[in-house]
């Protein structure tokens, strides 16, 4: 079957998780996404590993769906196979550290010459400016995009959200920025350099605690647990940050990821009142508006868990449910990699993998009707290299003696 992205040929250069999660995305959606990496690989086939000698599932699981080549980029022949390469593609893609690719020899100015159509695609830490030099990872940019500062209970340090917004989190942007780019470039037949900060990536993510930071000015952000406000957003704990108040309830039997988040939206507290056993709030002034609740939502939800607690989460999401109020049960790893309906939606499959076996991915969150996804696993380190150099014109022999003298 057809698919969105048939004919676009990626040069990967990426490494590590940012890069490789948004190109593992733009092979689900059907590019021909060629992976290159150094003659050692990219450092985290061998980071991580659950099986001796085997690439570890830190990289299997991004970057299935693509082919792998092997080159030297900084030998001569290298760079000349470079250029014949992006010749050939539409869009590069990289993640290298501050100027790495400039180094190569490679600058934008020089690409736009080489192929005026390719669209050269980066992620870096920082945009241009102070930070432009220093190199980035996740935590980093949690820490600097605002997610880490808002993140937390007020009376404990800042703290990682578990979801890799830096890392994934960016690629997914990157994906966005590349897609416009070919959209563009059907009219203008021309490339464009496509950027993407980690830090600013969070820093969208986090735009709801700018909204705060700015509300402060005119008071107290009333429906934060907090009782003291200063001149910036502190951490709310579980607050939903939201207009709807929100918190994680304990339920039974009690252990570390038996709780449920629930929404108290205007409409859903008769219900929930009635539910719990507390009929009478539902009409009391002093509890019946969201305005009467505002002071007292840890009382409320002091109340709420009162009663969720002698039922596991599952019991209170199928009771809050029948009552359309919008809630969530915490749900562990372990249950998400073996919850049937996720398996069914595609959303966690399996893969065969030549060396490992088996192993389990998040499949693509991506669904269109006309381009389905297949996942198929991550290549070997230079698996591709045969029939892609081949495709420049090069012979057996020659890739034997390139292989031979360090330059794939
Ligand atoms: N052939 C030869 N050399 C190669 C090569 C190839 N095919 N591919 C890469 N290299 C070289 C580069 O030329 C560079 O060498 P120089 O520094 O001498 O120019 C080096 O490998 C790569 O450097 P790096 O800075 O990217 O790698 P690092 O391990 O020191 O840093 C990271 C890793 C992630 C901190 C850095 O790449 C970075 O800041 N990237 C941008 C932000 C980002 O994406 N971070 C998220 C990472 S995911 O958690």
């Known amino acids: 079957m057809e698919k969105a992205l048939d004919g676009v040929r990626v040069l990967d250069m990426t490494h590590v998780q940012s890069g490789p999660s948004c190109t593992q995305i733009l092979a689900w959606l059907g590019a021909d996404v060629v992976k290159l990496e150094a003659t050692s690989g990219d450092i985290t086939r061998q980071q991580l590993r659950d099986i001796p000698d085997v690439d570890s599932l830190y990289f299997t699981m991004l970057n299935c769906n693509k082919?792998?080549?092997?080159?030297n980029m900084k030998s001569d022949r290298g760079k000349e196979l470079f250029t014949e390469l992006l010749k050939s593609s539409d869009v590069l893609v990289e993640n290298f550290g501050p100027g790495a690719?400039?180094?190569?020899?490679?600058?934008?100015?020089?690409?736009?010459?080489?192929?005026?159509?390719?669209?050269?695609?980066?992620?870096?830490?920082?945009?241009?400016g102070r930070f432009a030099d220093c190199k980035a990872y996740e935590v980093v940019a949690q820490a600097m995009g605002g997610a880490m500062s808002t993140t937390g209970f007020e009376d404990g340090p800042p703290t990682?959200?578990?979801?890799?917004?830096?890392?994934?989190?960016?690629?997914?942007?990157l994906v966005a920025g590349i897609l416009a780019a070919l959209f563009q470039r059907v009219q203008t037949d021309r490339g464009q350099r496509v950027t993407v900060a980690m830090q600013e990536a969070v820093l969208n993510l986090t735009r709801v605690k700018l909204r705060d930071q700015q509300r402060l000015a005119h008071g107290p952000l009333k429906e934060y647990p907090n009782a003291e406000f200063g001149d910036e957003v502190p951490r709310s704990g579980n607050a939903s940050g939201g207009g709807q108040p929100g918190w994680a309830v304990r339920?039974?039997?009690?252990?570390?990821?038996?709780?449920?988040?629930?929404?108290?939206?205007?409409?859903g507290w008769p219900r929930i009142a009635e539910l719990i056993g507390r009929p009478e709030l539902a009409e009391d002034p002093e509890w019946s508006t969201p305005e009467a609740r505002l002071d007292?939502?840890?009382?409320?939800?002091?109340?709420?868990?009162?009663w969720t607690q002698q039922y596991s989460k599952w019991e209170v999401m199928d009771k809050l449910n029948e009552l359309t109020v919008p809630c969530g049960p915490i749900l562990s790893t372990k249950?998400?990699?073996?919850?049937?309906?996720?398996?069914?939606?595609?959303?966690?499959?399996?893969?065969?993998?030549?060396?490992?076996?088996?192993f389990k991915t998040v499949g693509s969150p991506l669904k269109l009707s006309d381009s389905p996804v297949a996942v198929e696993t991550s290549p070997a380190l230079g698996e591709h290299n045969g029939e892609i150099y081949a495709e420049l014109g090069l012979g057996e022999s020659e890739i034997s003696e390139l292989k031979a003298a360090g330059v794939i």
Request: overall charge negative; some cysteine; aromatic content about 8%.
């Open 67 to 71: 082919r792998s080549i092997t080159l």
């Open 101 to 128: 690719v400039d180094r190569m020899g490679f600058t934008w100015e020089r690409i736009q010459e080489i192929n005026p159509r390719l669209i050269f695609a980066s992620i870096k830490g920082f945009g241009p």
């Open 160 to 173: 990682v959200t578990g979801a890799q917004i830096g890392d994934s989190g960016t690629g997914m942007h």
């Open 251 to 267: 339920c039974s039997p009690g252990g570390p990821n038996d709780y449920i988040y629930i929404i108290v939206q205007p409409p």
């Open 296 to 306: 007292k939502l840890d009382k409320m939800f002091a109340l709420i868990e009162e």
């Open 335 to 358: 249950e998400l990699i073996e919850d049937e309906t996720l398996a069914e939606l595609g959303a966690v499959v399996d893969v065969k993998h030549p060396d490992r076996g088996e």
